[in-house]
């Protein structure tokens, strides 16, 4: 066999092709990364970063910079016929983060390519992926840069996070399969002065208008979209502020346009590949998957995929990865985009009825449906993504007991403990035992694995890297664990891998036995 030339080739340097690159160099694997773009973009693109990708971005050490370059928005009001018909609070979502940021792409992408560069990596622009074969030991590459130089490139792995035009996705046969054809909308970047609640989304309907959706930004900054008609998006080709700003006064009123940043139209599509990987090459984000941009699921579907795909990734390179555990990649993450493309879908279609009966009875039941609290949960739940879960993943083990999370939920937070802060330190799994007698010697549990134990006491556990005391049992109750203690291993992304009580630690075993290899 011969030796690869690195150890992953990732394709795309957009927020998705950066995390990926972020997530294998905190663990020690150099990947190379190249983006046909000779500088980064300057369009703003994706806007929203969701409470379950702030999660995610605090273990790549990123969240502080992100919350402090951009804007908190905590709730998302629906307006119809000059009123404001429904709240949707966002704080009611089980997470640390119970909150979305909105902030420019260019800056997401810019801070995650800082952070790549102080973990020592790199982005190669204006270098473009221009061939590719593989076979059951080696991914060749063939790369050309901006003056017409080319390069072979010999790697054990390679990521498509190339967009929604991904040549990795060509080159290895495969392509997105769905719907083509759909509204078209314009997308206004803009300098705007209004009187809503700038810590909220807006969405106004009407029952004689199309919608139109309004996201704040740090100080003036705004994100207007607009479904077009049919006439409209004829003349929308090369879109400009006077058009943004008649249909802003037709459909909400009071929204002064100053000056555009970046103005486009766009047509939605909703489509994804049939597997997220073929041999020993991956898709990732608008390469594996694209759909409408209600709700701003687009971006944090895609960093997700990749901070999912990181950690597999890095114990394939280590030779570590237990028989099954890339492909889990596909069993996981396919199921979740598939799921944001059939609410994104439905909700498109509702937002964008055309007949003034359909569009009058739409909006008064988004007014009766906010009254029930449980809807409004749901909804925020939705946005967020906090009730994403891995529970049929084949790499999840333990069926665990009655009450609390199951494996594959999202590992969650006890406020005031510093219970998030211990599970996201660190790059691998942590074993964590809640309650009962201290075990730090469990059988089968790599000897990497970190340990932290919650104790009623007041004296740190030995054997365990960190013993948080929880007196009042408020992390045993809210994982729902028996006073004969459990053991949960949570999994380098934050999620549950096994729940087991103290007298099932073969399933901890066969846990570690999917995962990693001996």
């Known amino acids: 066999m011969s030796a690869p030339d690195t150890p992953v080739l990732v ?10 690159a972020c997530e294998l160099a905190r663990r020690g694997v150099a990947a190379r990364v190249i983006d046909k773009l000779p500088r980064p973009t300057t369009e703003s693109r994706a806007i929203i970063v969701h409470a379950r990708s702030l999660e995610m971005l605090e273990r790549v050490g990123v969240v502080e910079e992100v919350m402090a370059t951009g804007l908190k928005v905590t709730g998302a009001q629906f307006h119809a016929d000059g009123e404001t018909r429904a709240e949707i609070p966002l704080n009611t979502v089980d997470s640390p983060y119970p909150f979305s940021v909105t902030l420019p792409q260019t800056e997401t992408e810019r801070i995650l390519a800082e952070r790549l560069t102080a973990l020592g990596g790199a982005v190669e622009r204006g270098t473009e992926l221009v ?18 130089r080319e390069e072979a490139v010999a790697s054990s792995w390679i990521a498509g996070t190339d967009g929604s035009h991904s040549t990795v996705r060509s080159a290895v046969g495969m392509q997105l399969e769905g719907s083509f054809k759909g509204e078209r909308f314009l997308l206004g970047d803009v300098e705007a002065d209004y009187d809503l609640d700038r810590g909220a989304m807006h969405t106004f309907f009407s029952a004689d208008a199309a919608p139109l959706v309004v996201f704040p930004m740090r100080g003036e900054r705004t994100r207007l979209i607009a479904q077009l008609t049919e006439e409209a998006a004829a003349d929308a080709a090369e879109p400009t502020l006077e ?22 139209a766009f047509e939605i599509h909703h489509a994804q590949v049939p597997r997220y990987r073929r041999g020993r090459a991956f898709l990732a984000g608008d390469a594996a998957h694209v759909h ?14 990749a901070f999912n795909l990181g950690w597999k990734l890095a114990l394939a390179v280590e030779g570590r990865a237990g028989a099954g555990l890339l492909d889990s990649y596909h069993e996981e993450r396919h199921p979740v985009a598939a799921r944001v493309i059939n609410q994104t879908t439905r ?19 988004i007014h009766l449906a906010s009254g029930l609290a449980p809807i409004r949960a749901e909804l925020a739940n939705q946005v967020e993504e906090t009730t994403i879960n ?3 993943s084949p790499v999840v083990a333990g069926a665990g007991h009655s009450g609390g999370p199951r494996p594959g939920d999202a590992a969650p937070d006890v406020a005031g403990l510093s219970l998030h ?18 075990g730090a010697g469990e059988p089968g549990v790599p000897a990497s694995v970190r340990r932290v134990f919650v104790s009623e006491g007041t004296s740190s556990e030995p054997g365990y890297d ?13 994982y729902g664990v028996s006073d004969e203690g459990a053991l949960f291993a949570i999994r380098p992304d934050g999620y549950i891998g096994v729940k087991a009580t103290q007298a099932e630690t073969d399933a901890t075993a066969r846990y570690f036995e999917k995962v990693v290899s001996r």
Not at 140 to 148: K, S, V
Not at 292 to 305: A, C, I, K, L, W
């Open 292 to 305: 409408s941009p209600v709700g701003g699921q687009g971006m944090n579907t895609g960093m997700q995929d």
């Open 421 to 438: 802060a211990a599970l996201a330190e660190g790059t691998g799994h942590t074993l964590l035992q809640i309650g009962g007698a201290p």
């Open 131 to 148: 061939g590719l074969e593989q076979d059951e030991q080696l991914v060749r590459a063939r790369l050309r840069r901006e003056d017409g």
């Open 11 to 20: 394709v795309g340097a957009g927020p998705v092709g950066l995390l990926l």
């Open 390 to 392: 891995y529970r049929d």
């Open 243 to 264: 058009q943004m700003q008649a249909i802003a006064d037709q459909r909400a009123g009071g929204v002064r346009l100053l000056e555009a940043h970046w103005l486009t």
């Open 347 to 365: 909700m498109t279609s509702m937002a964008t009825l055309r007949h003034k009966g359909q569009r009058a009875l739409r909006n008064h039941l």
């Open 466 to 478: 960190l013993t948080l005391f929880d007196p009042e049992h408020r992390i045993q109750g809210r």
